[in-house]
C-alpha cells in the first residue's frame, strides 16, 4: 500500500489569524491540485480533474447513445431483410 504524505512551510508572516475561514483548506486543495489531485464533490480524493471527469461521464452518455441507435438500425435492417428474403 502506498501512502501519500504532503506537507507544507508556512512562515511566521503566513501564520496571521486574520485570514478568510477555511483558507487552510484552499491551500490544501490547491497542494493537491498541483499534485494531479482532486477533489470531487462527494469529498473523495480523486486523480482526474473534475472538467475531464465530467467530459468522461458525457462522452460515456454520448456512446451509450450510439450503441442504442445502433441496435434500431440493426432491428429495422433485420426487419427489411426478412422481406426481401
Do not use: Y
Amino acid at each position: 500500500m502506498t501512502h501519500l504524505l504532503l506537507t507544507a512551510t508556512v512562515t511566521p508572516s503566513e501564520q496571521n489569524s486574520s485570514r478568510e475561514p477555511g483558507w487552510e483548506t484552499a491551500m490544501a486543495k490547491d497542494i493537491l491540485g498541483e499534485a494531479g489531485l482532486h477533489f470531487d464533490e462527494l469529498n473523495k480524493l480523486r486523480v482526474l480533474d473534475p472538467e475531464v471527469t465530467q467530459q468522461t461521464i458525457e462522452l460515456k452518455e454520448e456512446c451509450k447513445d450510439f450503441v442504442d441507435k445502433i441496435g434500431q438500425f440493426q432491428k429495422i435492417v433485420g426487419g427489411l431483410i426478412e422481406l426481401v428474403d
